[in-house]
């Protein structure tokens, strides 16, 4: 006693669009890992070593900031790069700019305006804008 049910696949066709699927579905897995993985494990992770520090200078008979010294290292696997170091609401310039992955930088920074007024306390708050995202930190204020 054979039944016939109208619009019931058969087996045949069945497991050739089952088939079809499932290639398709590792085509799309295998272009994720060729294409877009290894792109998404690339990125910088920039450490602060040690004391960063706002060095201040006295001229006639006040201070005024010379310079921020930062050491860095990159732990990540791409260069950064580091556009400017804020500090007292100033922008200051560093003299390196890049990081390698895997390396580490010694930087010096200076203000972008002159005869800026040392702070009376003994540390302040900066911020380190890289590439690789804002990194904000402690200075010592050294007189």
């Not at 669009?17 to 690339?42: D, E, R, S, Y």
């Not at 990125?43 to 060095?55: E, F, K, R, Y």
């Not at 990540?76 to 992955?101: C, H, Q, R, Y």
């Not at 580490?104 to 305006?113: F, G, H, R």
């Amino acid at each position: 006693m054979r039944r016939l049910h109208r619009g019931d696949l058969s087996a045949p066709v069945l497991a050739i669009i089952v088939t079809i699927g499932v290639i398709a579905a590792g085509l799309v897995l295998m272009a994720w890992f060729w294409w877009f993985a290894p792109q998404a494990g690339k990125t910088g992770v920039l450490t602060i070593i040690g004391q960063p520090a706002l060095i201040c200078k006295k001229t006639g008979a006040t201070y005024v900031v010379d310079s921020a010294l930062i050491s860095v290292k990159n732990a990540g696997s791409e260069v950064v790069n580091i556009s400017k170091v804020v500090i007292l609401g100033t922008e200051f310039t560093p003299d390196t700019t890049e990081v390698n992955a895997g390396g580490s930088a010694y930087i010096k920074a200076t203000p972008s305006v002159t005869n800026l007024a040392c702070p009376g306390e003994p540390a302040v708050t900066g911020t380190i804008l890289t590439s690789a995202g804002t990194y904000v930190t402690s200075f010592a204020v050294v007189k």
